[in-house]
């Protein structure tokens, strides 16, 4: 398989990859850990990469990213199991608590900001816990990530509770701030999950849900905004995803949460209509018009119900468009 095969090429000595590089025999280096952290392993492999020519540098870099896409797969079963309970606690109105310091806290942030627009996912139920605060997206701050004392007042001041989802990462699963963030979370009754990159981490022992991404050594030692920032990126993509879809906010694989807001989605939002209501674009864009933009309501609008009506059934069913429309009955087909 692609994925196989590009992990054995991640994990060769040489990365003969042209025959220029040949020759890459580090010396008197070895392969160095730092307390034992495989994050932060120092890989003789690459000890020549300054020598390299463009071409090779490249090629061992994105071998490196397949095996860190490749690293997400043992972690699959224990993110089923986060996503099962988080759409659960998230469906009694809790929120998504995105937690992190430096290039982890960034990919959270990256993660979370794409569901408002394309889930509708309310901005209130949204938070973000950053080591540093809002300016850290941008800048380094230094000695935030040490922090415990203030990443447990973060925890308190936003009245973490037994509904809300706290998702905290850390490519080395060590970081202060994370971690005292996570216990304080956990206590609270809050779901916890935590994702990092080095077994028996204490963010994975201080979670409800660890999912463990073992990236290893990255190409620059040390660098994890590489492969462990790929695998994180790829998890959270995963896990929020798939709790959007548990929500009901996707339908037959199409965005029917979203809200046309602007020309674009208004587009997106006729298609969609146009697509599962079996009805012409021109129709489907009043529709969309006449349900404010709402694309669930627009479908049943299309399908014949006047809109007080749409609105009801969709609330007997929590939103559920699937249930709602399995409860028009079996007469049409959609």
């Keep these: 398989m692609f994925h196989a095969e590009a992990r054995r090429r991640e994990a060769e000595i040489d990365y003969d990859l042209r025959g220029s590089a040949s020759a890459r025999v580090p010396v008197e280096i070895t392969c160095m850990k730092t307390d034992h952290i495989g994050t932060e392993a120092i890989d003789p492999r690459y000890a020549e990469l300054d020598a390299w020519s463009t071409e090779d540098m490249l090629a061992a870099m994105y071998e490196g990213q397949l095996a860190a896409v490749e690293a997400v797969r043992p972690a ?32 959270g942030v990256q993660d979370g900001a794409e569901l ?32 415990e004392v203030d990443s447990a007042r973060a925890v308190a001041e936003a009245k973490i509770g037994v509904h809300d989802v706290v998702i905290g990462t850390a490519a080395s699963g060590t970081t202060p701030y994370t971690v005292a963030a996570l216990r304080a979370a956990q206590a609270a009754g809050a779901v916890t999950i935590g994702i990092a990159g080095n077994a028996n981490a204490p963010l994975l022992q201080a979670v409800d849900h660890p999912i463990l991404v073992q990236t290893g050594s990255e190409v620059i030692a040390g660098s994890t905004r590489m492969k462990a920032g790929t695998a994180q990126k790829v998890v959270l993509n995963l896990f929020s995803t798939a709790v959007m879809v ?49 694309v669930k309501l627009a479908i049943l609008l299309a399908r014949g119900l006047r809109a007080t009506d749409a609105s009801r059934l969709l609330g007997q069913h929590n939103g559920n468009l699937r249930a709602a429309i399995d409860a028009l009955g079996a007469n049409r087909h959609v």
């Design 76 to 107: 699959l079963p224990a993110l089923a199991c986060a996503v099962e309970q988080a759409a659960q606690a998230l469906a009694e109105g809790g929120r998504i608590v995105y937690v992190g310091a430096g290039t982890s806290g960034r990919i």
């Design 116 to 147: 408002v627009p394309t889930f509708n996912w309310a901005a209130e139920r949204l938070l973000f816990l950053i080591a540093g605060g809002t300016p850290a997206l941008t800048q380094s701050i230094e000695g935030a990530e040490d922090s």
């Design 246 to 294: 548990k929500l009901g906010r996707i339908y037959r694989g199409m965005m029917v949460q979203m809200r046309a807001t602007n020309a674009k989605l208004g587009r997106r939002a006729t298609a969609i209509v146009s697509a599962i209501a079996g009805c012409p674009p021109d129709a489907a864009t009043r529709f969309v018009e006449e349900a404010s933009g709402d």
